[in-house]
């Protein structure tokens, strides 16, 4: 999956879960201020992408996942190409 596919997929999910426009999200959006995600909503999200990658993703990785952008190179890098 190219990083593209990774990021269309990523905003795919943000758009769902979040009730955003999938136009408006870009690499630079900010997961927690953007889109007014609390803690929960964090954890969640970060769940979804490990199913729909099928990819543990650990805390302390999960915690740097700050912007679209990071979720994507995350994804990126850990899976197998």
Do not use: C, W
């Amino acid at each position: 999956m190219t990083e593209t596919e990774v990021f269309d997929k990523i905003a795919s999910l943000i758009a769902d879960r979040f009730e955003v426009d999938q136009s408006t999200i870009t690499r630079d959006t900010n997961i927690k201020n953007d889109l007014s995600a609390d803690s929960i909503d964090l954890v969640e999200f970060v769940l979804e992408l490990e199913d729909t990658f099928d990819d543990e993703i650990p805390d302390e990785d999960a915690e740097k996942i700050i912007t679209v952008g990071d979720a994507v190179k995350y994804i990126d890098a850990h899976q197998d190409k």
